[in-house]
């Protein structure tokens, strides 16, 4: 097997970041009548690049099988949606947007984040793979283009309407394959003064709270703010900014600029937190290497809750179906041998299987119906929105489980 080459310098990847073994799509939800069928599963093996330090897995899977019918319908949390509404307020006063303006949005999923902007009468576009959520986001009068972003879908967007005075893109560069061709797209798209915003989970939380889980197929990047600047700089973009957010464990917003704008100076925050990752080691190739086995562990006291839980003849059901979570449970083999079913609040999923595991999906109303002893949160990203949801569980004694960064069971 001929080593695979990092996206960015192109090194051939020798060092192993997780394994996290052989697992499915984690976003291929199987339907009843699929479920006697088989499903693909792909290894999921992080590499670090030992040149650039760049995490990245190999693509395996081809894009367009992954990304052209996403189950992923950003609307369904509610943290999430008002982080997209602060987000435009903020943005429309900073950099000063009008109905004179023009928003982009690369992923730009049902429309979550640009309905903010039309309805300050901001002319906008979204540009998304996935026709079944473009769909919903025409319902919110947010045009959406459905097709990938890179070089060739910038040009066309500039010729047929114009370059962006913002783009915006949260949580889309992990999924870029071609990273060059994704930011190539970015310069051709952005107009001369005009901003970038990028958020992404920030390797260094990933790294220290152990959120291994965030591992996926459906990501193939996972940078820290050292990787991300270079590579902007690469396609003559400069971060001018960053400010860390709570979202998705720990994200990083990077604000971009063209490298000549010397309107947007570089803030003192870029530095500072580069200075910090460089404290954390993540310039060392070492720091990367402890990694792995904090996961194998994290396995073993999954499974220790589960099985003496299990012994205890309490029931445990989960809570959420996100891809982290088909993640977490392919990875230390937790079927319903362990957890009967899970729920959640889109109606996309209910009814489906998680990938792999093949445990149910449920509408959350089950769960007071059944009266579970134990509550796995699966979307611990969300934990406080859940816990504050179901706290009904207490009235029967039921008890809440956070699996990462380390099994925690909460009254
Ligand atoms: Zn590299």
């Known amino acids: 097997m001929p080593a695979p080459v990092c996206r960015f310098c192109s090194t051939p990847l020798h060092q192993t970041f997780v394994d996290l073994g052989v697992t499915p799509l984690c976003e291929s939800y199987v339907s009843a009548e699929r479920y006697n069928d088989p499903e693909p599963f792909y290894p999921l093996r992080a590499y670090v690049c030992d040149a650039c330090f760049l995490v990245q897995i190999e693509v395996l899977v081809p894009p367009d099988e992954i990304f ?8 369904y949390a509610d943290t999430w949606v008002q982080h997209a509404k602060d987000y435009a307020a903020m943005a429309v006063a900073r950099f000063g947007l009008d109905g004179g303006s023009f928003v982009v949005e690369v992923g730009s999923n049902d429309g979550y984040l640009l309905q903010h902007f039309v309805a300050k009468g901001i002319p906008v576009l979204g540009i998304d793979p996935a026709a079944n959520i473009a769909a919903a986001a025409r319902k919110r009068n947010v045009p959406t283009l459905v097709k990938f972003f890179g070089r060739a879908t910038a040009r066309t967007v500039v010729q047929e309407e114009r370059a962006a005075d913002l783009i915006v893109g949260n949580n889309v ?10 930011i190539g797209g970015l310069k051709a798209l952005l107009k001369p003064g005009g901003v970038a915003t990028f958020e992404f989970p920030h390797l260094l939380r990933l790294m220290e709270e152990n959120q291994f889980d965030t591992v996926y197929h459906e990501h193939f990047s996972y940078f820290s703010l050292m990787t991300a600047t270079r590579i902007f700089a690469r396609h003559g973009l400069r971060c001018f900014d960053v400010d860390e957010l709570p979202t998705h464990g720990g994200s990083l917003r990077v604000y971009l ?5 010397v309107a947007q100076p570089t803030g003192a925050a870029v530095a500072a937190l580069l200075r910090c990752e460089q404290a954390a080691g993540l310039d060392r190739l070492e720091s990367y290497a402890t990694f792995a086995e904090r996961v194998k562990e994290t396995k073993r006291s999954v499974l220790d809750f589960l099985i003496d839980a299990k012994r205890r003849g309490k029931t445990v059901v989960g809570y959420g179906a996100p891809g982290k979570g088909t993640t977490l449970l392919n990875y230390c083999g937790v079927r319903t041998d362990f957890i009967d079913y899970t729920v959640d609040r889109n109606p996309y999923k209910q009814g489906k299987f998680l ?3 093949r445990i149910p ?4 109303r089950r769960i007071a119906e059944t009266k579970p002893d134990y509550l796995f949160v699966l979307p611990w990203n969300f934990k406080d929105e859940i816990i ?11 008890r809440f489980v956070i699996p990462i960064p380390s099994v925690q069971v909460i009254p």
Request: with cysteine; glycine share 10%; charged share 20%.
């Open 257 to 261: 600029c063209h490298d000549n704008d």
């Open 173 to 182: 560069l992990a999924q870029a394959p071609d990273l060059h061709d994704f």
């Open 355 to 357: 990938p792999g595991i």
């Open 388 to 398: 504050a949801q179901m706290r009904g569980i207490r009235d029967w004694g039921g």
């Open 68 to 75: 052209t019918e996403y189950a992923y319908f950003s609307s």
């Open 361 to 364: 999906i449920c509408h959350p």
